[in-house]
Structures are given as structure tokens and as C-alpha cells.
């Protein structure tokens, strides 16, 4: 299986992205249970930011997405997008997703339960 994302840029502080990942088969032909986002700033640690659920609605947020960022998803084309706004320079890092298979979505947060990674796009926000 292979996730594909886009959608990074260069935007300027309290500007908008959205980041869109595809995947090359079914969430159910992987036996995906959810879809997430994560993301590396420079210097830092890789670090969740959301994910969703691929067979119910459910979402989870880090802490710092305070509302400005909101994942979803489109089974029918094997895409989940992160909409984000109200984007800060610390916003910059390269975003990650990535399909996890493992069958409980309380572990959402943590990067070690995803067995699917995208290739990252690059979101720069200047200030």
C-alpha cells in the first residue's frame, strides 16, 4: 500500500492549507482502521497532530491544534484530507500520513501503531 500526500506550501502566518493523502488501495482492502497526521518540525521530534477513523466519523486532535485544524475523509476515493487554518510559524514542518492497521483506535495517537507512511509535504508558514 502506498499513501501519497500533497498539498504543502508556503503560506503566511494565519493563511490556509489543505493537505490531502491518497491511498493506493481501500482502507478495507488494508484493513486500515484509521487514518492520521502527524508531523516533524526542524530540530524536533515526529509528533501527532489528528486521526480519523476510516469506518466511523470518529476524530482526535493534539493539543495544539486548538480548533484550527480539521481532518476528514473520502472512502470513495481513498483520500483523507487535513484542512488547516489559521496557520502559525511553528506550524512549519513536513506532514506526514499515514494508515494504521492496528485494531484500536485509542492508540491513534501514537506513530509506532501506523504500518502505512506517506512520502511528507512540506508546509513553510512566514511570519
Known amino acids: 500500500v502506498q499513501l501519497q500526500a500533497s498539498g504543502g506550501g508556503l503560506v503566511q502566518a494565519g493563511g490556509s492549507l489543505r493537505l490531502s493523502c491518497v491511498a493506493s488501495?481501500?482502507?478495507?482492502?488494508?484493513?486500515?482502521?484509521?487514518l492520521g497526521w502527524f508531523r516533524r518540525r526542524p530540530g524536533k521530534e515526529r509528533e501527532f497532530v489528528a486521526a480519523?477513523?476510516?469506518?466511523?466519523?470518529?476524530?482526535v486532535y493534539a493539543s495544539f491544534v486548538k480548533g484550527r485544524f480539521t481532518i476528514s475523509q473520502d472512502n470513495a476515493k481513498n483520500a483523507v484530507y487535513l484542512q488547516m487554518n489559521s496557520l502559525q510559524p511553528d506550524d512549519t514542518a513536513v506532514y506526514f500520513c499515514?494508515?494504521?492497521?492496528?485494531?484500536?483506535?485509542?492508540?491513534?495517537?501514537?506513530?509506532?501503531?501506523?504500518?502505512?507512511w506517506g512520502q511528507g509535504t512540506l508546509v513553510t508558514v512566514s511570519s
Open positions: 499515514a494508515a494504521m492497521t492496528y485494531n484500536d483506535y485509542r492508540y491513534a495517537r501514537i506513530a509506532q501503531k501506523y504500518d502505512y
Open positions: 488501495a481501500s482502507a478495507r482492502a488494508f484493513s486500515a482502521n484509521a
Open positions: 480519523i477513523a476510516w469506518e466511523n466519523p470518529n476524530t
